[in-house]
């Protein structure tokens, strides 16, 4: 069918054609058929939308598809049913259960890039592979196919550190210290980070409230070789494009599957050519990873699937029993981060994984002694030369190297929860909190989060403050209020947990 191009203004958040009612019947197309529009040498693929605003003889794209091609006005184009592409059989073998080949994950994985599969069997993908799995051979396969369907970075500035984590845990602002600590030592560290898969803030979203995340390689490479460092949104690179359309899926069903997190954190760090990566897996009650023995074993993947890659992977399991340091939320965890690169000082949390992590780093990329490189992370971070670092990031990534973290706009509708008794704070429910967060608007509101005044251990008298909620609408700080009030995130106890008579 050769039909005339209309550009519709409009975002669907999907690759969306649409096509006249008798057109459609005429070409036997059916609502949310994948179609191929063919344009010279270019192929395009999208999901039918049957409307009669669209006249006969043309086709309406949203601006979603310019993004894949950019269409002009009025051009003529050919349009054929898409059929099915052999890679839904893929994903029904896994959805059985069966282990797939390296050419039926390559095929899948380009499909998804394509765009040639739709949401609904992406979701399937995903979810199968958070039933069934994948087992090492599938997961480096998965990993390989999702760098080499994108871009390749080839930094000059050798070693090229990098550190990322599994995520899930709250408030974890942790690696917008680690990066400019590593890169004031002198190392190179290209962080590329996604936006929150399962928690309320990723670490894209953060860094998004004070500097641009969305950059091209090029400018990528121009920064990282100035300045040693960037912190930047895997997903706005054409580093591992499936990675970020996968992610959509795990976002929606709030899931992340192991094999799947794998290949998309070790895939970034391939694409990006990073040579030492070091892993951060929080540990605990309410996070991805419930037990040290889980940390270990899949400490032990990242490692045997670094070496398949050609990179040295080292692992560090870290306490993810309760959120790090006070808030959760884009823009307050942009100003907890701020404040303590500014002072060297904050949240022991932070503080403590922060120096930690980059110690680590610092010791694995040669300039700091075995042991010492925790004690050089944390005089590196208390002689400001860490804020000097952040501050060339924030400049050459197109922000205000001068911002303070009152400059940070927070949400302006607040609620504050107090201790209904007296006792010892015993724990801090981190799906609750994250919940909580999300029902706030985060982290499309970059204002919504909360702020915590206790941590657990700590004694509170009845009345004192436990946390505040704030959101950037009435509507959405409603939401959270009945959120806080049904999951109760915070347990206090006295010495005297229970009293037992008369069983
Ligand atoms: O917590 P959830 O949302 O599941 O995981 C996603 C977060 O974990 C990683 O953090 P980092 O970039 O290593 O700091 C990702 O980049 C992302 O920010
Ligand atoms: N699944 C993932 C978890 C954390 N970070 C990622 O980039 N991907």
Redesign the pocket.
Known sequence: MKVKVRILDMYSGRYSIFINEKEAKKAKLHPDDLVKLEAGKKTVYGSVVISNLIKEGEIGVSKDILQLHNFSDGEIVTVVPGGTPESVRYIKKKMMGEKLRKVEIDAIIKDIVDRKLRDIEISSFVTSLEINGLDMDEIAALTIAMAETGDMLDIDRKPIMDV????GVPGNKTNILVVPIVAAAGLTIPKTS?RA?TSAAGTADVVEVFAEVSFSLDEIKRIVEKIGACLVW?GALNLAPA?DIT?KS?RALSI?PTG??LA??MS?KYAMGSQYVLIDIPTGKGVKVGTVDEARSLARDFIELGKRLGQYVEVAITYGGQPIGHTVGPALEAREALQALMTGKGPGSLIEKATGLAGILLEMGGVAPAGMGKKMAREILESGKAYQKMREIIEEQGGNPDIKPDDILIGAKTYTFTAPTSGYITSIDNKAITGIARAAGAPEDKGAGIELYVKVGEKVKEGDPLFTIYAESEVRLDQAIVFARRAEPIRIEGMVLQRIGNI
Do not use: F, R, T, V
């Open positions: 990322h984590s599994i995520g996604s898969i895997g990675d992610i795990e992340d799947l997190m998309s954190i970034k």
